[in-house]
């Protein structure tokens, strides 16, 4: 089990989506960076929250397509 983060550097907290390492995670995450039109938007795998603090406050999204929509709109 892993999570997906996404952040902006220039702000407090990012979004977080519940995955699993494998090739899936691997194409979903190329397509949403290749989605990425502003500058500064960081997408991370990580392995558990809680040893990562400076991605705080973490909003948890429940789905691919949710997790798409959040961070195109950031």
Do not use: W
Not at 2 to 28: F, M, P, T
């Amino acid at each position: 089990m892993c999570y997906i983060v996404a952040k902006d550097r220039n702000k407090q907290g990012c979004y977080a989506l519940k995955s699993r390492i494998g090739e899936h995670l691997a194409e979903y995450t190329e397509s949403l960076e290749e989605s990425i039109k502003k500058e500064g938007i960081q997408i991370i795998i990580i392995s558990r929250p809680t040893a990562y603090g400076e991605y705080a406050p973490y909003k948890f999204i429940d789905t691919e397509e949710e997790f798409r929509e959040k961070v195109l709109a950031m």
